[in-house]
């Protein structure tokens, strides 16, 4: 899989349900056969995995060494709300009413997907963090990406 792409503006129902958007359903491999596990991410949002790519997560997680207390604290921060879940038969997810209070979600979400996730956040906090420093975005793309050879220089 290449990876999520795109940001989907969703509404959330009185019982903290959403449309998954058809945009999403069609990049998402059939091994997930529209399974996930939803769990708290950072600064503030929460991730949303399809079942496939939380089981290569897991595995990974797996194979620390649990006698080790930085590895344990990990495991369980990381675990942290993990929560199964599968599109109802209209399509839609149910959010769990405390992953939704430590996301602080409302009424307007932002499902912003890249790599092998889908980011859940309230819209204004969203808007939020990815309008803070935009001057510093610049400066951040030479740090990270400044290392790696000239394949397509030039193009954003």
């Given at each position: 899989m290449a990876g999520f792409i795109g940001e989907y503006e969703c509404k959330l129902d009185a019982k903290g349900r959403f449309m998954l958007p058809s945009g999403l359903r069609k990049q998402l491999d059939p091994?997930?056969?529209?399974?996930?596990?939803?769990?708290?991410?950072?600064e503030g949002c929460l991730v949303l995995y399809p079942q496939n790519e939380w089981d290569k997560i897991s595995g990974r997680l797996q194979q620390l060494n649990l006698f080790v207390a930085r590895n344990r604290k990990f495991y369980r921060q990381f675990h942290n709300g993990a929560t199964q879940m599968a599109?109802?038969?209209?399509?839609?997810?149910?959010?769990?009413?405390?992953?939704?209070?430590?996301?602080?979600?409302?009424?307007?979400?932002?499902?912003?997907?890249?790599?092998?996730?889908?980011?859940?956040?309230?819209?204004?906090?969203?808007?939020?963090?990815?309008?803070?420093?935009?001057?510093?975005?610049?400066?951040l793309a030479e740090e990270v990406m400044g290392d790696f050879e000239d394949e397509g220089q030039g193009e954003a």
């Open positions: 091994v997930a056969q529209e399974k996930f596990v939803l769990n708290r991410g950072f599109l109802d038969n209209t399509g839609r997810l149910n959010l769990p009413n405390g992953l939704m209070r430590f996301a602080s979600l409302d009424k307007t979400i932002v499902l912003f997907a890249y790599a092998n996730r889908i980011e859940v956040w309230d819209k204004e906090k969203y808007d939020e963090v990815m309008n803070e420093d935009l001057g510093g975005f610049a400066d």
